[in-house]
């Protein structure tokens, strides 16, 4: 396939480290990528990486972000928080989900708002995760997450279209151990079994995690309001399973928003990740399935921005 699939920035690579916001620590950086030719308005793709929640760069996606910036479009790709894990677990002092989910929601607000910059048209901002990464875009898609202090209200961080795959979209599963267990300030109720008060307090553990999850699975957030999506999976992704994708897609159309699902009967996680394990079979699927249904949305460059013929 003619794409570098690097990842690392190449010296012929049009891109830009951006810090879109200070914090505490490492601010958010995005990578951002031009094409090349006229200054036109241009539509936007914001790549999410994977990597389980703590690990992965996004540098990782780099490798989409030349392809679909040949095809016209300005990528970014963020550096959000990662977890520090003990085993599976979030560690006291880590990032968690909702961190996380505030830096991709600050990334999509960053380049909206910033449109006239990047020379981005700020009605047509894609958002495209892969594994967990699908998750994050999930989410940000779906409103997951309490907004914090100092979040702009202003500048909207809903993408207008969503690209996912293999992601994440709820957390009731093996994935509910990227939430750490708590001790609840009221354990001992008295609705539990009789027990001693070790006993309620896992309990109430287990009914708060549980809890946390559902507020932050995005399967269970979403609403009439999301915007149109793709969802893709490998029926053979033992890390996923393909129903997230499934149920994800079709509770989309109940709720009457567009939503396609393109199912890989042979592929395993992670086959749209360049330079890792996916086919060039794969990964043209992967590319081609995107750009159809990001032209069918009406999230395209104008016919005279794409750098390819």
Not at 11 to 29: F, S
Not at 51 to 79: H, I, K, N, T
Not at 265 to 290: I, K, Q, V
Request: aromatic share 6%.
């Amino acid at each position: 396939m003619d794409v570098a699939k690097e990842w690392e920035i190449l010296p012929e690579d049009k891109v830009e480290e951006v810090v879109c916001r200070e914090r505490k620590g490492p601010g958010l950086r995005l990578l951002i990528v031009q094409p090349s030719g006229e200054a036109i308005l241009r539509p936007c793709i914001v790549f999410i990486h994977g990597g389980g929640f703590a690990g992965g760069s996004p540098e990782m996606l780099l490798p989409q972000c030349r392809y679909f910036a040949r095809l016209g479009y300005v990528c970014a790709s963020v550096d959000y928080r990662r977890m520090m894990l003990d085993g599976e677990t979030p560690v006291a002092d880590s990032p968690m989900l909702g961190d996380q989910l505030e830096d991709c929601r600050e990334a999509v607000r960053y380049m909206r708002g910033q449109a006239r910059r990047w020379r981005i048209d700020p009605s047509k901002i894609a958002l495209v995760g892969e594994s967990a990464g699908g998750y994050l875009a999930c989410g940000v898609a779906a409103g997951v997450g309490e907004r914090r202090a100092g979040e702009d209200r202003l500048v909207s961080s809903v993408p207008d279209a969503l690209i996912a795959y293999n992601p994440i979209v709820h957390l009731l599963g093996s994935w509910k151990s990227r939430i750490p267990q708590t001790v609840a300030p009221d354990a001992g109720r008295q609705d539990t079994a009789p027990s001693d008060a070790s006993a309620d307090n896992e309990v109430e553990r287990w009914r708060r995690r549980h809890e946390e999850a559902r507020l932050l699975s995005p399967l269970l957030r979403l609403t009439g309001e999301h915007p149109p999506a793709l969802l893709m999976h490998g029926l053979m992704d033992t890390v996923v399973p393909p129903e997230h994708s499934a149920e994800y897609a079709e509770r989309l159309r109940e709720l009457g928003v567009r939503a396609e699902l393109a199912l890989l009967p042979a592929s395993t996680h992670a086959f749209a990740l360049f330079n890792y394990s996916a086919s060039d079979e794969e990964l043209r699927f992967a590319l081609d399935t995107t750009v159809r249904f990001l032209n069918a949305v009406g999230i395209r460059p104008p016919a005279e921005a794409s750098d390819r013929d």
